[in-house]
Each structure stands twice: as structure tokens, then as C-alpha cells.
């Protein structure tokens, strides 16, 4: 019994040392708009599991079906819905469909994009923003010609 506490302890220790006790749900109910601080960018790409929980929030938006897959309309909503939360800007028509043909691609070319092309995608974009926040200067407006470029 002594070693189960001990092992139950050291695990939520390392887990919340690792990200896990973050409560990324508070994050994403609370926040309303603008940009992500790199802070809290940096709190959602730090552990695999913030990101599992902020790509299945939006992934699920956008499965209109709840079949796992997410359409061209479907994609353009769970992506958009992803982009502003991040970004607190709406993401272009062009942007989406770019994004969207990425991520079918990653999929070997389907008709449609399941939850591991849809990680794939916003874990690029997290990467990106997170990494090139100065350019962003809390405003992706200011950098969408090379946002796009990256695309």
C-alpha cells in the first residue's frame, strides 16, 4: 500500500512538471480574444497532452458527422475555430484550403482528414507562431504574407 502512494505521488509530481497539471480546459473556455501570449503557446506545445486536448477540442467542432473524419467544411470550421483561438484573427479561405490540402496529403491523399492529420497540421502551426512570436508582435495580420508563405 506504502509503495502505491509513493508511485501514485511520483507520478502526479512528474506529470505536473510535465505539463499535465496545467488546466488547459481553463484556457480554453476563458479565453475570449487576440493573440495567445507565448506563454501560454508555450504551455500548449510543451507536452503531448495539452496538445491532444486543445486538437481534439477543435477537431470535435468540426466533426459534423462524429465519424472521426472531418470534410472540407468540417476541416475549414475546426481549422478556423483553431486559429482564432490562437491567434484571435480569422484564418483566410486560402490558408484553410492550403492547410487543409497539407493535411489530406498526410493522409495519403483521402477525401478527408482524421484526427492524425488534423494533430499534424496545428502542431506545425503552434510550432510556427510559437517560434516566430516576436514577428507577430501579438497581431497576425502583420506577418500573414509570410504565414502564408510558410503554408
Do not use: C, P
Amino acid at each position: 500500500m506504502k509503495v502505491q502512494i509513493i508511485i501514485a505521488l511520483s507520478l502526479l509530481i512528474a506529470s505536473a512538471s510535465a505539463g499535465f497539471g496545467v488546466n488547459i480546459q481553463n484556457l480554453l473556455a476563458t479565453k475570449k480574444s487576440g493573440m495567445l501570449s507565448q506563454d501560454n503557446l508555450g504551455y500548449i506545445i510543451q507536452s503531448q497532452y495539452n496538445q491532444y486536448i486543445v486538437t481534439n477540442t477543435f477537431f470535435a467542432q468540426g466533426d459534423l458527422a462524429s465519424n472521426g473524419k472531418l470534410t472540407a467544411v468540417g476541416f475549414a470550421k475546426a481549422y478556423g475555430a483553431f486559429v482564432y483561438f490562437v491567434t484571435g484573427q480569422t484564418a483566410s479561405a486560402e490558408v484553410i484550403a492550403l492547410r487543409y490540402q497539407l493535411a489530406t496529403f498526410e493522409e495519403g491523399g483521402a477525401n478527408y482528414v482524421d484526427l492524425a492529420g488534423f494533430t499534424f497540421v496545428v502542431t506545425l502551426d503552434l510550432r510556427f507562431i510559437y517560434d516566430n512570436y516576436h514577428l507577430f508582435n501579438g497581431n497576425l495580420e502583420k506577418v500573414s504574407g509570410r504565414v502564408e508563405a510558410f503554408i
